[in-house]
DNA sequence: ACCTGAACACCGTTCAAGT
DNA sequence: ACCTGAACACCGTTCAAGT
């Protein structure tokens, strides 16, 4: 179905307009539907462009390169992911509680289950130098910080152990984060396994890590 | 550095001389190096051909496609991984015992590391219809079986709990799994993070979890 | 059976050129 | 500034043809 140079050209589409709106974010977007639609190894540029009535190389102007637009996938993820934390952890001015922390647990994976290819972007090995794109990695302090506010929190209300090694903080991390693959990558989907019950057996051994002795 | 066709050419090497011994051996072989050297995602067929010295459809007599060759990879990573399990769980005239218990789950992370090529291909979703390629079903079920061997004669001895829910064997699987993601995504290596000390934190609560209570 | 080159329909990226 | 098409050096895969 290509543009055939006969042909008058429709009153609401003239030749040469331009992109209407914020190209870069309408990129962003694309690329994500994209992802969730057919996994970011389906992802190509050319498409992009194309179904957003783009040249193919429109792109260039708003990315350096294909890491650069999944970099920005990726900041776009963390501040999701930021939210949802934050939003799971609820007001600094209530007390902490076990409650409270099982909360952001589950949201953690809750998030990864509803967000499966933002996830992947944003922990995958498809981002690669983390650290060259600033407006990344300050993106996923962001979202780490909500974490880490929440543990001194119950640090400070005695429910979580002081001087917690990072080794420990690692394993936690590990639980939370492996289970989330496992999900997303459609590992846990047999009929027989109930998510809310692995969730659950996985927060209350990480609850253990975390609890004074 | 195109072949000449006017040079005269090399007598060791025949014009249709068919590739020594094993190409699909070769092939699975010279995957996994490029993988080893420059990721998944670098791995083309024609290079991998080209390194071999093979037409770039050769491998077509071997592999329907790209996915095909991945899959052997994986079968091939499996069988390696049941190695290493059975190996560091020993004799099975030999006692159950929580040591033996965590030389396995030593293993399990060890192998992560140092065949982060195999185990990405393995887990992450370059192999998608595992169902559908019986070799790679078959050698991750065996893989798996050394686990289940294992997990068995604990609890013959008592140091597993019985009727031990699925929800609980995924819990101790995605804690192993994701410390050994963040590992070999090189999430974790920060010169304060002792890894055997990441690894014990992780098994001791593993272990916790299997322990009758 | 196993291997080959030519061909097809794609990629990411660069570049000179247009408004 | 922002967008464009043409061009380059790649892909995976198919196919008719060779031994």
Redesign the pocket.
Known sequence: MRRDEATRRPARKPK?A??HGD?RQALVQQALVTIQEHGVEA?????T?ERL??????L???FA???ALLAAVATEGFALFERALAEAWGDAAVPASRERFYRVGRAYVDFARRHPSHYRVMFGRFVDNVAADPALAGSADRAFGVLVTALEALQGVGLVRRHASPELAVSVWACTHGLAMLFIDGQLSRPDLDAEAMVLATLDRVWDFLTPR
């Open positions: 040469h331009y992109h190209l992802l190509t540029l050319r498409q462009g009535r783009v040249s193919r190389t429109a260039y102007r708003h390169d294909k890491q």
